[in-house]
């Protein structure tokens, strides 16, 4: 359990730090950082290519946005041009945020399901037992090292 602990901290650490970067660095495209990197090495797209075995037009296609490469490939440019490439995580929400919603939205189901059937049969508990049933049943989802959590979504 300690290496997951110290697993969920380095990540938390990766998130914290995704989520902290300004927009204006989230959304810039890999080629205009190559492109602006090189110019601002004095670098030609010929020498840069040269050094890759690419072709000249490949390395204008990647900074124009008209070629994608594969994340091997900006490994390889930015290693010519003296960096190492990092991939980021920017999340929308954070883990435990996004856990605690799915285990909302499943006890919600369950507890529906319950509720129906309790009215059906002229035993429905309270208003108040109901919100004690939903509670009591997120804590279980959340304190469940089970990947079910998303696998039980369709369950009836």
């Given at each position: ?53 690419v ?13 994608i ?59 108040e ?28």
């Amino acid at each position: 359990m300690k290496q997951f602990s110290s697993e969920k901290k380095f990540l938390d650490k990766i998130l914290t730090f995704g989520k902290s970067l300004p927009e204006e660095m989230i959304i810039i495209a890999p080629g205009l950082l190559i492109s602006m990197l090189r110019k601002r090495l004095r670098m030609s797209q010929k020498y840069l290519a040269q050094k890759l075995g690419v072709s000249q037009p490949y390395i204008a296609r990647i900074e124009s946005g008209k070629s994608i490469p594969s994340n091997k490939t900006l490994k390889r440019i930015f290693n010519v041009m003296g960096c190492s490439f990092a991939i980021i995580l920017i999340p929308e929400k954070m883990p435990d945020e996004i856990l605690q919603e799915q285990a909302k939205k499943i006890a919600q189901k369950r507890i529906q399901y319950v509720e129906g059937t309790m009215s059906l049969e002229s035993q429905l508990p309270s208003r108040e037992d109901m919100k004690e049933l939903l509670i009591e049943e997120e804590k279980k989802l959340l304190s469940s090292t089970s990947e079910k959590l998303w696998e039980i979504e369709d369950e009836k």
